[in-house]
């Protein structure tokens, strides 16, 4: 069964430092998401991108923020000055098709923790 | 704004006790509702959902019926099985809206 894999399952970093979140989206996919969740609160979301472009962020989503899909199949998240608030679990979702009804699958996340 | 309110947990139950997690919503117009379980180690996975009122979503034995009028979408099971133990996680997808709205998620362990 197709899913979404994201790397690495944990990564602790400095204060300050840039990170690097990858995420590999199910192949026909077309709409690709970032979620977080800090420990003990809500999964929040934080940016959609369809067609090569951001299609919506929230407020958490940043200067700081940035997300690329260079080379058709990795879909990133970076962190560019990571700060302590940074750590939480972040998911990376697709969806194949528009429509709020659709199912979105997501990867089993990645743990940030800043130090 | 558009929100979700889940049951605090976590919630302890034995093997074939009858379950309710309790989820209700805020949102303008006509949301579609979410059921998402993540089972330890592993990522979000969609266990049901509704897309209108009075829609009933179920998989793998639970069920959540979608109910404008009280505005929730409780989800429940009739028999838990200790496999069922994981985190569950209401959400909405409001009218208009591509992105998920989340719940806090409910920490459910079910014991032998």
């Known amino acids: 069964e197709p899913e979404v894999t994201q790397t690495p399952s944990h990564q602790v970093t400095q204060m300050g430092q840039e990170v690097i979140l990858r995420c590999v989206p199910i192949?026909?996919?077309?709409?690709f998401y970032w979620y977080r969740q800090i420990l003990g609160q809500k999964v929040e979301f934080l940016v959609s991108?369809?067609?090569?472009?951001?299609?919506?962020k929230s407020e958490i989503f940043d200067d700081q923020f940035s997300v690329e899909r260079p080379d058709g199949s990795n879909f990133t998240l970076k962190i560019r000055s990571t700060k302590l608030e940074d750590s939480a679990m972040y998911f990376c979702?697709?969806?194949?098709?528009?429509?709020?009804?659709?199912?979105?699958?997501f990867g089993q996340g990645t743990r940030l923790t800043v130090v | 704004g558009n929100s979700v309110t889940q049951m605090e947990g976590p919630v302890t139950l034995s093997e074939e006790a009858f379950l309710t997690i309790n989820c209700t919503y805020t949102?303008?117009?006509?949301?579609?509702l979410f059921w998402y379980v993540q089972y330890p180690g592993e990522g979000l996975q969609l266990l049901l959902k509704?897309?209108?009122?009075?829609d009933k979503g179920s998989n793998k034995g639970f069920e959540a019926t979608y109910r404008k009028e009280t505005t929730s979408f409780h989800l429940e099971k009739g028999s838990v099985q200790v496999s069922d133990s994981a985190v569950y996680f209401c959400?909405?997808?409001?009218?208009?809206?591509?992105?998920?709205?989340f719940g806090q998620g409910t920490r459910l362990t079910i014991n032998p």
């Open positions: 509704a897309t209108k009122a009075d």
């Open positions: 979702a697709s969806r194949g098709i528009r429509g709020r009804n659709t199912e979105a699958f």
């Open positions: 991108f369809y067609n090569n472009e951001i299609s919506e």
């Open positions: 192949s026909n996919h077309l709409y």
């Open positions: 959400a909405l997808s409001a009218q208009g809206a591509q992105k998920l709205v």
């Open positions: 949102a303008t117009g006509y949301p579609s």
